[in-house]
T-cell receptor, first 114, second 116 residues
Framework: EAGVTQFPSHSVIEKGQTVTLRCDPI?????LYWYRRVMGKEIKFLLH????????ESGMPNNRFLAERTGGTYSTLKVQPAELEDSGVYFC????????????FGPGTRLTVT | AQSVTQLGSHVSVSEGALVLLRCNYS??????LFWYVQYPNQGLQLLLK??????LVKGINGFEAEFKKSETSFHLTKPSAHMSDAAEYFC??????????????FGGGTRVLVKP
């Protein structure tokens, strides 16, 4: 069974540009989470999807971040326009159980904004 | 609100020695506690979790953790370190606040170096 995959693994962009991160959850997992770790700090929750619906987006830092999950399969996280403080590692996780006790994480996308 | 504190961002242990990683949490409701490990270039992998029941929890790769409510702690131990244990370890807390999609709150992580 394939695990959670994320693309790209690394992205380097300039301030003001747009970047789109993609996450493919484990097949059959309705729950999809995005987390972010900024430069050695804690990993922080961004948002949670159940299928294609956003259940909780309380962690989204501002309106420059847009997450989608069309058709309830893969998800994208777009940052537009990117700022220096957006640099970090973006993790995606998926879960089959509704409560989210077994979250399977992808390897992350390392985003560097220069 | 919930929070997690991991004491020590870096820990160095000798191969064969005890591994002890400390985690203290704060939660206004009964917590659910997790330890994750991240090996280089990989995603976070669940080591073990405490939800309810027995307070001593055994996980993969010989790790175990004990939930101590009175101390608000969930320390991770392994009796004998192996070179393959070199990784970053994260303690996380959640709570059954909602029926679905309970987010994880992480500590800052502890990077473990194993010396031969």
């Amino acid at each position: 069974e394939a695990g959670v995959t994320q693309f790209p693994s690394h992205s380097v962009i300039e301030k003001g540009q747009t970047v789109t991160l993609r996450c493919d959850p484990i097949s059959g997992h309705d729950n999809l989470y995005w987390y972010r770790r900024v430069m050695g700090k804690e990993i922080k929750f961004l948002l949670h999807f159940v299928k294609e619906s956003k259940q909780d987006e309380s962690g989204m830092p501002n309106n420059r971040f847009l997450a989608e999950r069309t058709g309830g399969t893969y998800s994208t996280l777009k940052v537009q326009p990117a700022e220096l403080e957006d640099s970090g590692v973006y993790f995606c996780a998926s879960s089959q159980d509704l409560r989210g006790w077994e979250q399977y994480f992808g390897p992350g996308t390392r985003l560097t904004v220069t | 609100a919930q929070s997690v504190t991991q004491l020590g961002s870096h820990v160095s242990v000798s191969e064969g020695a005890l591994v002890l990683l400390r985690c203290n949490y704060s939660s206004s409701v009964p917590p659910y506690l997790f330890w994750y490990v991240q090996y280089p270039n990989q995603g976070l992998q669940l080591l073990l979790k405490y939800t309810t029941g027995a307070t001593l929890v055994k996980g993969i790769n010989g790790f175990e953790a004990e939930f101590k409510k009175s101390e608000t702690s969930f320390h991770l131990t392994k009796p004998s370190a192996h070179m393959s244990d070199a990784a970053e370890y994260f303690c996380a807390v959640s709570a059954l606040i909602k029926a679905a999609g309970n987010k994880l709150t992480f500590g800052g992580g502890t990077r473990v170096l194993v010396k031969p």
